[in-house]
């Protein structure tokens, strides 16, 4: 392609509300443009960039033997109502009425779109398994959309989605599409690395995600330096925390005492009073769990110095999605705020404690009395208490898997695989017969791939502070050939003649033939852009010399025309 002929609107406006490198170097490199809140237009370059991303997805997805099919973006609110999720999905599912007052809602996900596609139609075993995938728009009316293409309300993936007579064959399809999604990131040239995760609201179990390393992702990944164990801080675990206990057990004969700790309402004041480490303490934090018709307030207990992880929380007492309580809602379900603990609670307030503290003795606590704390605690004499993982794996824990020390690293959810089960077989009563004639719920699982988000993820993980550096699989185009002074005949010849010469060795290439432009904004447009290599046709022509920009370096090396192309062509292939 001619520059000249393109419609590349780059600029050097950084938007107001960009901050990251992807989002500001995507819009100034005239490769999308914001049309509403988390709506976005493709232009030329934008386009290629996500038909190339695709175009990786499909070819390994149609390797893998997956069938590509298309749903309707838009489906009937009858099949989420079967399902169940008309209400879980929550705001993010976009609904509105046809001119008929008919219920609609723009695809978030096909989970119940492909239920109804196979139910009644696969109705045999012998028909098993089959794994079907379409690459087309979403939209979840995120409450933030932001980041450019990476959270977006509309937005491009790919979802796959596969039927088994039995949960085996499931676990077998989801590691072929573990293996299949390490190739296909492999082949973006990213830098990845698959966790362990929460399943949110789509369901099921065991699932992973696709991270995309960058300092700059929403997720917090814990992983191990010293094995393989990778998991979203969601659902990450650890080997439980030794506490080393501040008393001898066997000199003291253990009491729960009321102790006056006035105005001391934080562990750290507690603890200073006290002079006890703060894991020696329960500290309490009072949530409202929010359901699909009712709220709740519910207490969460953790070790003092621990942090309680919101998501693990959320899933312990199956609520939609939990919000601080207020000073007025805590006072209303009589509780009584930094005093809290899980002796002589108030009668019918729901709590959970962290499974670290069960049958802990010695604990120093809230009271749940103005001004009074309890030592000495016994949590084995507690009644009636739900044990759940609650804690945020902290850096600098225990490996549960090979005692290694654990740190944080950040990660873009680039895709993320689910196994199932039956709850949308069940739900939608789509049914198979067995070997043995009897009627069985399909065994599911699901497989995203956000194509839209990667875009942004690869000049996330690639750029400086010029532009992006696109990777070879997701350049719009590998070699800009960039005529110096492009009203020089001679010039513009040489450099239309490096363009042919690339373009039959098969590189894609762009040259920049633009007569208005002066040399150092087409280097400017060169590396905002991020094509991987120019050639600058300039000066040296005369003497038979361009030179070979390398644009993640920027290094530059001279070389004589004649071998320009072959030299490419090694450094590409
Ligand atoms: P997130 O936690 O980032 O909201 P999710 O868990 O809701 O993601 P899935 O439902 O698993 O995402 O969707 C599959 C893939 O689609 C994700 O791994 C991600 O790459 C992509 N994706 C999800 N939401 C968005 C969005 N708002 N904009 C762009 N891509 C998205
Ligand atoms: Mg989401």
Redesign the pocket.
Same mark, same amino acid.
């Given at each position: 392609m001619k520059f000249s002929q393109m419609f590349i609107p780059t600029t050097k406006e950084v938007p107001k509300d960009a901050t990251l490198p992807s989002h500001q170097y995507l819009i100034r490199g005239g490769f999308v443009n914001q049309v509403g809140a /988390?709506i976005y237009n493709y232009l030329p370059l934008g386009k290629i960039v996500l038909d190339k991303i695709r175009a990786v997805v499909k070819e390994e997805m149609d390797n893998a033997g997956a069938n590509e099919v298309q749903f309707g973006f838009v489906t009937p609110l009858s099949l989420w109502e079967e399902s169940g999720r008309a209400t879980t999905m929550g705001s993010e599912l976009l609904r509105f009425k046809d001119r008929k007052n008919a219920d609609y809602v723009l695809s978030p996900?096909n989970e119940e779109a492909v239920v109804d596609l196979v139910k009644n139609r696969i109705t045999s075993y012998k028909n098993l398994p089959i794994n079907l995938y379409q690459i087309y728009t979403?939209f979840?009316d +995120?409450a933030r959309?932001r980041f450019g *293409?990476?959270? !977006?309300?509309e #937005?491009l993936?790919k979802?796959a989605y596969s039927f088994h007579s039995c949960k085996e064959d499931l676990v077998r399809e989801f590691d072929h599409m573990e293996e299949t999604y390490k190739k296909i990131y492999t082949r973006l040239g990213l830098d990845f690395r698959v966790v362990a995760a929460d399943s !949110?609201? =789509?369901g099921g179990s065991g699932s992973k995600? #696709?991270m995309v390393l960058a300092n700059s992702g +929403?997720?917090t990944i814990v992983i191990c330096p010293d094995c393989d164990y990778g998991a979203n801080i969601e659902a990450a675990v650890r080997t439980k925390k030794e506490v080393k206990k501040w008393f001898d057990l066997t000199a003291v004969d253990l009491k729960m005492e009321k102790v006056l700790t006035e105005g001391m309402k934080t562990i750290e004041e507690v603890s200073n009073f006290l002079s006890t480490p703060k894991a020696q303490s329960i500290k309490a934090v009072i949530k409202k769990a929010i359901y699909e018709e009712s709220n709740e307030i519910v207490v969460f207990f953790v070790r003092g110095d621990d942090q309680l992880e919101e998501t693990k929380a959320s899933n312990s007492v199956n609520c939609l999605e939990l919000v601080d309580a207020n000073d007025e809602e805590i006072l209303n379900s009589g509780l009584c705020a930094g005093y809290c603990g899980p002796f002589n609670l108030p009668k019918d307030i729901n709590f959970v404690v962290d499974s670290e503290l069960k049958d802990e003795i010695g604990l120093v606590c809230g009271a749940n009395e103005e001004n009074y704390h309890f030592t000495g605690s016994d949590l084995s004499t507690l009644e009636d208490v739900k044990y759940f993982d609650l804690i945020a794996v902290q850096e600098g824990d225990i490996c549960s898997c090979c005692k290694g020390s654990l740190e944080y690293t950040k990660g873009i +959810?680039? !895709?993320?695989i689910f196994q199932l089960g039956t709850k949308y077989s069940e739900a939608m009563d789509a049914k198979f017969l067995d070997e043995n004639g009897k009627s069985q719920p399909f065994v599911m699982g699901c497989y /995203? =791939? /956000?194509v839209?988000? *990667?875009v942004a993820a690869v000049i996330e993980q690639n750029h400086d502070e010029k532009g992006g550096i696109w990777t070879k699989e997701t350049a719009p185009f590998l070699v800009d050939v960039i005529v110096s002074n492009a009203k020089k005949d001679e010039e513009l010849e040489a450099g239309m003649k490096i363009y042919n010469d690339l373009k039959t060795l098969g590189i894609d290439t762009i040259i920049d033939d633009r007569k208005k432009e002066r040399f150092g904004f087409k280097m400017g447009d060169f590396e905002l852009i991020g094509f991987p290599f120019a050639v600058v046709v300039g000066k040296k022509l005369k003497d038979g010399l361009v030179e070979i920009i390398h644009r993640d370096t920027l290094e530059k090396e001279e070389v004589e025309i004649s071998k320009v192309s072959t030299i490419l062509f090694e450094k590409i292939k």
């Open positions: /988390g996900t979403k979840r +995120e959309p *293409l990476m959270r !977006g309300r #937005f993936m979802d !949110g609201a =789509i995600e #696709f +929403e997720d +959810e680039a !895709g993320h /995203g =791939i /956000g839209s988000r *990667l």
